[in-house]
């Protein structure tokens, strides 16, 4: 597609089931990211992927949150116990090479919602 | 790691005029700062970026600037419009992470 594809675009989901969010890049970029944004908030690094190497996971916030990135295009992250303060905006970005050196482009985001 | 501030949080100014965002970073092997923009319900926007080689970067209304020395960059827009509200984000590359600043909500009065 033109842009980072990401769904769904609202997910809302009882405390303490597993939700997955997925992410397709724009096509031919290496790099993925995710970020959290929390209401009015700025953007939380998550996890960043870029190609074969192994993941950054050093933004992940607990053992629940896991993401894979299958054939160094599509990625999924899921969210496993949803806890209220799981609500937010999940972003998903991707860029041409590593670091954003060449810009990163951002999808328009899942809202996820935790009751 | 990265840390970057973002000032002010929110910036109001009348159509026409300027308006300026500043931000500081730590890490001073950071490289490539990049602005961003957000319309509501939608996802950041790349609307311009700057590499540590450069010192000033124009597209036509908005420029930036950059200070290695202090460490910080700022975002100018001139000649606001309506159309220019919204949130916008300076980030800084850190060891192939953007880190981003906490925002500035920017409303432009007609």
């Known amino acids: 597609g033109a842009g980072v594809s990401q769904s769904p675009s609202n997910k809302v989901t009882e405390k303490g089931k597993d939700v997955e969010l997925r992410c397709d890049p724009i096509?031919?970029?290496?790099?993925l990211y995710w970020y959290r944004q929390s209401l009015g908030q700025g953007l939380e690094f998550l996890i960043y992927?870029?190609?074969?190497?192994?993941?950054?996971k050093s933004g992940l916030p607990s053992d629940r949150f896991s993401a894979e990135r299958t054939g160094g295009s599509v990625s999924t992250l899921t969210i496993q116990r949803t806890q209220q303060e799981d609500s937010a905006v999940y972003l998903c970005?991707?860029?041409?090479?590593?670091?954003?050196?060449?810009?990163?482009?951002f999808g328009q985001g899942t809202r996820l919602t935790v009751v | 790691g990265e840390n970057v501030e973002q000032h002010p949080s929110t910036l109001s100014v009348q159509e026409g005029d300027s308006a300026v965002i500043k931000c500081t970073y730590s890490?001073?092997?950071?490289?490539?700062f990049p602005w961003y923009k957000q319309e509501l319900g939608k996802g950041p926007q790349l609307i311009i970026d700057i590499r540590s080689n450069v010192g000033e970067k124009k597209d036509q209304r908005i420029a930036v600037t950059l200070n290695k020395t202090a460490k910080h960059f700022s975002l100018h827009i001139t000649e606001t419009q309506p159309e220019d509200s919204a949130v916008y984000f300076c980030?800084?590359?850190?060891?192939?992470?953007?880190?981003f600043g906490t925002g500035t909500r920017l409303q432009v009065f007609p």
């Open positions: 096509s031919g970029h290496t790099a």
């Open positions: 992927f870029q190609g074969n190497s192994a993941p950054d």
């Open positions: 890490d001073s092997a950071s490289n490539y």
């Open positions: 980030a800084a590359r850190s060891t192939d992470k953007l880190i």
């Open positions: 970005a991707s860029s041409l090479s590593r670091g954003h050196s060449s810009g990163a482009f």
